[in-house]
């Protein structure tokens, strides 16, 4: 192997830094844990309301009243 790049599993663990002899993780030499995560999310201030608004809701009310008109007139046509 090149002097650049050490082999990365080396024989003698002695070597391997921020490890305990006997090979233990020392306490503060790992990330903590929930907390390393709270604010890498975006920042998340506009929650649109959820359901529908009155508008779409009328729209459709109008168009499914046409339809069943429309339906109705053609069925006591016949």
Do not use: C
């Not at 663990?13 to 390393?36: A, I, K």
């Not at 459709?60 to 069925?75: C, G, H, Q, S």
Request: charged fraction near 20%; charge should be negative.
């Amino acid at each position: 192997m090149s002097e650049k790049h050490p082999d990365p599993d080396p024989d003698d663990p002695g070597h391997v830094p921020g490890l305990e002899p006997g090979g233990q993780v020392p306490p503060g030499e790992t990330p903590p844990g929930e907390d390393s995560t709270a604010g890498a999310g975006p920042d998340e201030r506009h929650n649109p309301a959820k359901g529908w608004s009155k508008a779409p809701v009328i729209v459709l009310a109008v168009i499914v009243a046409v339809f069943l008109v429309y339906f109705l007139a053609w069925a006591i046509e016949l």
